[in-house]
């Protein structure tokens, strides 16, 4: 498997994820990228001004939006899935008949290990290529060069190539779940670590006692800044609860489907979305 000289890309989803990454492959020569959003179709005017995605913004960047999923995938050897973690096994099923075999379906969203497996077997039934992909941080800032984690039987060659164009991928795994399954129990310390920091902070500024409480955390953690911290946490929960909500739930199952109780999970969840809608 080697990159061609002229590359199509796909972006199925174009918010945070599928923009961002659009505008570092197209600053490589040869590239060009079609996308498709749920946003771009009629009557969603006001769900795109809260989104932020149009086929306008799309076109402003030199990428393609297209009216149909598969008029999207048509002609692209990579199509990315960045939607949301609840929305990542309907569109493999939406994405999956679309598919010629040899196509190579990325799947950048933060879904469970046994939501990736599900997709993967969606996709290979086509005779399509899964990638299992785990993004560990957050993209915005990094682009493309954000690490993400590999995972299935071609990962290592699929990384290569597109490491090749500046992607971070690290393969991990020939089999499917277990790069989701490093992504997740990590957030489940990182988003509730969030949660956490975000009461805290507001009920430590409702009794004026913020110096006392980071005084004393400092004391326990001194190397953290913890003001600092409770701002920067604060931010990424007002402008990322709303996907970290959904991550997080999948974080829940992923607990379930051990016979773990999910509670936790699920209230982080929720206290992510509160979080995100304050801001709304």
């Known amino acids: ?15 945070e994820v599928g923009q961002r990454f659009a505008r570092d492959f197209l600053a490589r020569d040869g590239v060009k990228i079609a996308a498709y959003d749920v946003l771009f179709d009629a009557g969603t005017t006001p769900n795109q001004v809260q ?50 075999p040899g196509q190579i379906f990325i799947d950048v969203n933060s879904a469970s290990p046994s939501t990736k497996r599900r997709a993967a ?23 493309i060069t954000v690490p ?14 597109l490491n090749m164009l500046g992607m971070n991928l690290t393969p991990v795994a020939t089999d499917y779940g277990r790069a989701s399954a ?5 957030s489940i310390m990182i988003k509730g670590w969030e949660a956490l920091i975000v009461d805290c902070a507001a009920a ?10 980071f005084g004393s955390l400092s004391a326990s953690y001194p190397s953290i800044d913890w003001p600092a911290l409770a ?7 007002s402008t990322h609860g709303i996907r970290r909500a959904a991550e997080m739930r999948e ?11 999910p509670d936790l999970c699920r209230a982080v969840a929720d206290a992510q979305e509160r979080g995100a809608r304050k801001k709304a």
């Open 231 to 237: 701002v920067d946490m604060g931010e990424r929960v």
């Open 182 to 186: 490093m992504k997740l129990c990590r």
């Open 51 to 100: 989104a932020k995605t149009s086929p306008a913004i799309a076109r402003a960047m030199g990428v393609m939006p297209e009216a149909s999923a598969a008029a999207a995938v048509n002609a692209a050897t990579y199509i990315f899935s960045a939607v949301t973690a609840d929305r990542a096994e309907e569109v493999a099923r939406t994405i999956a008949p679309l598919l010629r």
């Open 204 to 213: 430590a500024r409702h009794w004026d006692v913020e110096r006392d409480v």
């Open 121 to 143: 077997a969606i996709i290979r039934k086509h005779e399509a290529v899964y990638l299992e992909a785990a993004v560990m941080a957050p993209v915005l800032k990094p682009g």
């Open 251 to 261: 974080a829940a199952d992923m607990l379930a489907d051990m016979g773990l109780a």
């Open 148 to 161: 993400i984690l590999a995972g299935g039987p071609e990962a290592e060659q699929i990384a290569a190539d």
């Open 1 to 15: 498997m080697t990159v061609p000289n002229t590359i199509g890309m796909a972006m199925i989803g174009f918010g």
